[in-house]
């Protein structure tokens, strides 16, 4: 395969060609213009873009169009702004990052400039992606940190890899969505709650059964003083002759 890699840093050139990668030293787009029409098979760019302004961007991805023969693919990988502590503290830790991408947006950008079809996938989950559905945390810290954007220009190929043969997908390391998470929160909160529900339910069951019972014991706890209070009357007016005989026999 006939690979070649642009890079802007010189130091990372000379490591590449250290270890005998094809590397050309410059700036991305100023030397995707000098590439022949329909030359190259996939065009990737792995956390590259969040680096270029969006008429930059636009002009890479009108370049790679051009030079992507037409069963060719494009390949974008980038910080995911779906992710709330990506978006709002990670990605300024790299002071060059200064584009913000919108899948949807760009989706639509490089099928309004001519791709036949883009789609994105969230991948690269946070350190608590496997945890609990119902920690509020994992919708800050386990949702995808990454997003990858696929653009084919063909229309064969592009149903071949997205409807076709999409078991290329099972190596994506594909992750929740923030709202994917939260869904899952909500879900499981709620299906936690119908739980709960029902114990509550089956427990008032439970305490009309034995407050039923409690009152069949009390009722035969009232019929028993009774019998008792009966039999002690029928004694005493059964013993009442003999009592009065004893008196008159002892006098």
């Given at each position: 395969?006939?690979?070649?890699?642009?890079e802007?840093?010189?130091?990372?050139?000379?490591?590449?060609?250290k270890n005998?990668l094809n590397v050309i030293?410059?700036?991305?787009?100023?030397?995707?213009?000098?590439?022949?029409?329909?030359?190259?098979s996939v065009?990737?760019?792995f956390?590259?873009?969040?680096?270029?302004?969006?008429?930059?961007?636009?002009e890479?991805i009108?370049?790679?169009?051009?030079?992507l023969?037409?069963n060719?693919?494009?390949?974008?990988e980038t910080?995911s702004i779906?992710?709330?502590?990506?978006?709002?503290k990670?990605?300024y830790l790299?002071?060059?990052h200064?584009?913000?991408?919108?899948?949807?947006?760009l989706?639509?950008?490089?099928?309004?400039?001519?791709?036949y079809k883009?789609?994105?996938?969230?991948?690269?989950?946070?350190p608590?992606?496997?945890?609990?559905?119902?920690k509020?945390?994992?919708?800050?810290?386990?949702?995808a940190?990454?997003?990858?954007?696929?653009?084919?220009k063909?229309?064969?190929?592009?149903?071949?890899?997205?409807?076709?043969?999409?078991?290329w997908?099972?190596?994506l390391?594909?992750?929740?969505?923030?709202l994917?998470?939260a869904?899952?929160?909500?879900?499981?909160?709620?299906?936690?709650?119908?739980?709960?529900?029902?114990?509550?339910k089956?427990?008032?069951t439970?305490?009309l059964?034995?407050?039923s019972?409690?009152?069949?014991?009390e009722?035969?706890?009232n019929l028993?003083r009774?019998q008792?209070?009966?039999?002690l009357?029928?004694?005493?007016?059964v013993?009442?002759?003999y009592?009065?005989?004893k008196?008159?026999?002892l006098?």
């Amino acid at each position: 395969v006939d690979i070649k890699g642009i890079e802007k840093n010189i130091n990372m050139v000379n490591l590449c060609k250290k270890n005998n990668l094809n590397v050309i030293h410059g700036d991305a787009i100023n030397l995707l213009k000098n590439f022949d029409s329909e030359s190259l098979s996939v065009i990737t760019a792995f956390h590259v873009i969040e680096h270029m302004s969006v008429s930059q961007l636009k002009e890479l991805i009108i370049i790679c169009k051009r030079i992507l023969k037409p069963n060719g693919i494009l390949i974008f990988e980038t910080p995911s702004i779906d992710n709330l502590l990506v978006s709002t503290k990670l990605f300024y830790l790299d002071d060059t990052h200064i584009n913000h991408i919108n899948p949807d947006g760009l989706t639509f950008s490089l099928e309004n400039i001519g791709f036949y079809k883009a789609e994105y996938y969230y991948i690269n989950g946070g350190p608590l992606q496997a945890a609990s559905p119902l920690k509020m945390t994992r919708i800050l810290n386990g949702v995808a940190q990454d997003l990858l954007l696929i653009a084919c220009k063909d229309k064969s190929i592009s149903r071949l890899l997205f409807e076709t043969n999409t078991c290329w997908k099972s190596a994506l390391n594909i992750a929740p969505s923030t709202l994917e998470a939260a869904t899952d929160f909500d879900f499981e909160r709620d299906q936690n709650f119908v739980a709960y529900t029902e114990k509550i339910k089956d427990l008032e069951t439970q305490l009309l059964h034995l407050s039923s019972n409690s009152l069949r014991i009390e009722q035969g706890l009232n019929l028993l003083r009774d019998q008792i209070r009966f039999s002690l009357i029928l004694g005493n007016i059964v013993s009442f002759p003999y009592i009065i005989f004893k008196k008159i026999f002892l006098l």
